[in-house]
């Protein structure tokens, strides 16, 4: 199995993507969502974490070469981030939010090393926002971003606009198709229910008017 299909089934099997089209969430934008992302539940499964960082190391490699450093954005992709950094004998950052409000105020924390080359590692991508604001943060430290790899995509056309504005290579491991295609061949979703979820991701913040 591909590995963005194999990933599909990994996510719907341990409850990190719960897709319940009847009763959406509230995401923190304001959003109402058919789906829920929580990867860091993946790390449970010490078969899942695996496959993903051994996609990860994979992808690294392919798109990128050999990078001085892995960076994870926090919090929901450090321990991914750790888990690449182990396997490829590389050192590894983390990227706060924000910087620190106290002590050094450091946001980006590890050894860094101005001119050294960076992948980041990213656990979810919606609007990108979070994600380019760590690259940022990279940036100014003086490292050299060569680009992102992240477990999942939604797949916004505002993500790829924001990575394209910020000249941000981003590859990922799955994606939203992949994901509610392998939910609807599995029994998870009713194939009626695949409406529903290709009209949120075409629209989702109109989703969100009509569906209240």
Known sequence: METPRKLASYLLQ?????IDPANPFTWA????????CDNRKTLSYPE??????????EQVITNFGNPDIIAGVATGAIAHAALVAEKMELPLLYVRSSQKSHGLGNQVEGDVKTGKTVVVVEDL?????SSLNAVSALRDEGLEVLGMTAIF???????????????VQLHTLGNYHDLIEEAADTGYIRSEDLDTLKNWRKDPAAW?????
């Open 125 to 129: 991508v919606s609007t990108g926002g």
């Open 153 to 167: 995509t939604y797949g916004f056309p505002v993500a790829n606009e924001n990575f394209s504005k910020a000249g």
């Open 29 to 36: 934008s304001g959003w109402r969502s058919p789906i829920y």
């Open 208 to 212: 969100n008017a009509t569906s209240q």
């Open 14 to 18: 341990s409850k990190a993507i719960i």
């Open 48 to 57: 899942i974490r695996t496959f993903i960082r051994d996609a990860f190391v």
